[in-house]
């Protein structure tokens, strides 16, 4: 599975982005998807997570009723879409898959995208 991040770029605090997670290779829609993020000078952190069939999801605490992961299958693609966006939301956001885990860890998800720059400016 090759996975493409797109959609980052500079909001004002406040504004909303959408990220897009497109896949290619094999077949997506058996895949759980996870949505991590690296600020400069920290660690990969879990963000949002979907299962194959978009019925169950799990977002970390900080996004909350801020952030939403959707899926469609029918064009291999997964959204991030982030609302109400904070200073603290800035980070280079990636997109993982993997055939059997759908959870917070990032060492567990087998295939990775290339990251998206979300920059939030105060």
């Known amino acids: 599975v090759q996975l493409q991040a797109s959609g980052g770029g500079l909001v004002q605090a406040g504004g909303s982005l959408r990220l897009s997670c497109a896949a290619s290779?094999?077949?997506?829609?058996?895949?759980?998807v996870g949505w991590f993020r690296q600020a400069p000078g920290k660690e990969r952190e879990f963000v949002a997570a979907?299962?194959?069939?978009?019925?169950?999801?799990d977002y970390t605490d900080s996004v909350k009723g801020r952030f939403t992961i959707s899926r469609d299958n029918a064009k291999s693609t997964v959204y991030l879409q982030m609302n109400s966006l904070k200073p603290e939301d800035t980070a280079v956001y990636y997109c993982?898959?993997?055939?059997?885990?759908?959870?917070?860890?990032?060492?567990?998800?087998?295939?990775w995208g290339q990251g998206t720059l979300v920059t939030v400016s105060s």
């Open positions: 993982a898959a993997d055939k059997r885990y759908m959870g917070r860890t990032p060492s567990n998800y087998e295939y």
């Open positions: 290779g094999r077949t997506f829609s058996s895949y759980a």
């Open positions: 979907v299962r194959w069939s978009g019925g169950i999801k």
